[in-house]
C-alpha cells in the first residue's frame, strides 16, 4: 500500500517532469530568436521603406500630369532626372515647400496624403502581423510608431539631398530639415495607426476611442458625434455643390474645357489629388470665411500678383457673384442635421446648452485644422494664366463661424427634433 505523501510527492514529480518535456520540446521546435532590437528595426523600416517607394510612385504621377498638361515640360529629361523629378513633387506633396528658383511653392494635396497614410498604415499592420505569426516580439504602438517616423523622415532628408536640379538660373529643390520634419510627423501618425489596426480592426478602435471619450465624459462625446455628423454632411454638401456648378459651367459653356485625352487624364490626376482640398476650401467658403483666389508670388520678401477675396459676408472683400450665396444652405442643413442628431442621442434631453454647446466648439477647431491643411497654392494654368495660383480659405474665420453655426443651427435642429418626436 503506498502512502498518501509518497503518492503526492510522486504525483507532483510526474507534473514537474511533464512540464520540463514539454518546455523541451518547445525549444526544440522554436526557431532560433533574432537580437529583439534587429527585428524591430527591420519592422519599422519595412514599413517606411514600403511607404517612401509609394510616395516617390505619387510623385511620379504628378509629374506625369504635369507633362500631359504641358507638353514642353521635362523634354530631354533622362531616367534619373525623371525620378528626381518625380521625388521633388512627391516631397512636396509632404508639405515641405517647392522652391522654384526665388518662387516658393506650398501644398499638401490631401488626397495623394490620404494615399500614402492607407499605404503606410497597411504596411505597418502587415509587418506587425508577420511578426506575431514568426514569434517575435512586436513593438508597441507607439515605439512601432516612432521608428517608422524617424525612418521615414531620414529617407525624406535623404531624397531632398539628393534630388535637386542645381544648374540653370533657376534651381528647383525641397526644404531639407521641411522634408525630415514633415516626413517624421506622418511616417509617426500612420505608423502608430497602423501599428494599432495590426491588433484590431479600424471600426473596433474607433468604438473603443468613442467609449473611452464616453466614460470619460457623456456630454463630450455626444458634442462629437454631433459634431462629426455636421462636418461630414456639410463636407457632402459641398462637394455636391461643386458638382453642381461643373455642370452647369459646362452647360453654359462658360469656362474653356480641352477635351483631348491629355488633358483628361491630367484632369484625372489632379481630381484625386486635390479634390479634399477644393471640397474644404468650399465648406470654408460657405461658413463666410473669406477665400483667396488668384496668382501671387513671392521673391525675395516682395509679393506680386493679384489675389481675389470671396466672401459671403463681403469682409473687404470684391463683389461676390449671386450664385455663390446659394452655398449657405450648405451649414443652414448641415448643422440642422447635427442638432437633430445630438437630440436622438442624447441621454438627457435637458442638457440642450451643453450638448450643442460643446458641439459647436468640436466643429469650430476640427474646421480650423482641415481648413488650415487644405490651402492650394499650385501650379500656373490651373487656377490661373500666370504666376503661382493660389485658392485657400481663412482657417480662423472659418473655425470661429463653424463654432457658431454650429451652436445657432444645431440649437435649432435640437428643438425640430424635440417638437417632432412630440417632446
Request: proline share 4%; with cysteine.
Amino acid at each position: 500500500m503506498v502512502h498518501p505523501r509518497d503518492d503526492d510527492r510522486a504525483r507532483r514529480g510526474s507534473g514537474t517532469t511533464g512540464v520540463l518535456d514539454r518546455l523541451r520540446r518547445e525549444h526544440r521546435i522554436r526557431p532560433p530568436a533574432r537580437p529583439p532590437s534587429l527585428a524591430r528595426f527591420r519592422q519599422a523600416s519595412a514599413s517606411a521603406g514600403l511607404a517612401f517607394l509609394i510616395l516617390l510612385c505619387m510623385g511620379v504621377f504628378l509629374l506625369l500630369a504635369l507633362r500631359l498638361q504641358f507638353g514642353q515640360l521635362g523634354a530631354g529629361f533622362n531616367p534619373v532626372a525623371i525620378v528626381a523629378a518625380g521625388a521633388i513633387l512627391a516631397l512636396a506633396t509632404l508639405g515641405a515647400p517647392l522652391h522654384l528658383g526665388e518662387v516658393e511653392v506650398s501644398v499638401i494635396p490631401l488626397g495623394a496624403l490620404c494615399a500614402l497614410g492607407i499605404a503606410l498604415i497597411w504596411s505597418s499592420s502587415t509587418r506587425i502581423s508577420a511578426a506575431r505569426k514568426h514569434s517575435d516580439q512586436p513593438l508597441g504602438p507607439l515605439s512601432h510608431g516612432a521608428f517608422t517616423g524617424g525612418i521615414f523622415g531620414l529617407l525624406c532628408l535623404l531624397a531632398a539631398l539628393v534630388f535637386r536640379f542645381r544648374g540653370g538660373s533657376d534651381p528647383v529643390s525641397v526644404g531639407a530639415f521641411q522634408a525630415l520634419l514633415w516626413g517624421t510627423v506622418w511616417g509617426s501618425l500612420f505608423g502608430v495607426l497602423g501599428a494599432l489596426r495590426s491588433e484590431v480592426s479600424g471600426a473596433v478602435q474607433i468604438a473603443a476611442l468613442g467609449r473611452a471619450i464616453e466614460a470619460r465624459s457623456r456630454i463630450a462625446y455626444e458634442g462629437l458625434c454631433s459634431a462629426l455628423v455636421m462636418l461630414i454632411s456639410g463636407a457632402v454638401l459641398s462637394c455636391a455643390a461643386l458638382l453642381l456648378w461643373a455642370i452647369v459651367a459646362l452647360v453654359r459653356n462658360s469656362v474653356p474645357i480641352d477635351l483631348s485625352w491629355r488633358s483628361a487624364a491630367a484632369a484625372l490626376i489632379y481630381l484625386v489629388a486635390f479634390a479634399p482640398n477644393v471640397v474644404l476650401i468650399c465648406l470654408g467658403m460657405s461658413l463666410g470665411a473669406p477665400v483667396e483666389v488668384g496668382g501671387r508670388i513671392s521673391v525675395a520678401g516682395n509679393s506680386f500678383g493679384r489675389l481675389t477675396e470671396y466672401s459671403l459676408l463681403d469682409w473687404g472683400g470684391e463683389a461676390t457673384p449671386a450664385a455663390a450665396f446659394v452655398l449657405l444652405l450648405v451649414p443652414l442643413i448641415s448643422c440642422a442635421l447635427g442638432g437633430g442628431a445630438a437630440y436622438r442621442q442624447a441621454v438627457e434631453k435637458r442638457a440642450l446648452l451643453e450638448v450643442v454647446g460643446t458641439a459647436a466648439l468640436w466643429l469650430g477647431v476640427l474646421v480650423l485644422i482641415l481648413v488650415a491643411l487644405a490651402e492650394a497654392r499650385l501650379g500656373a494654368g490651373m487656377l490661373g494664366r500666370r504666376g503661382i495660383a493660389r485658392a485657400a480659405a481663412d482657417p480662423l474665420s472659418a473655425g470661429v463661424l463653424a463654432c457658431g453655426w454650429g451652436a445657432v443651427l444645431g440649437w435649432v435642429g435640437w428643438k425640430l427634433q424635440e417638437w417632432r418626436s412630440g417632446g
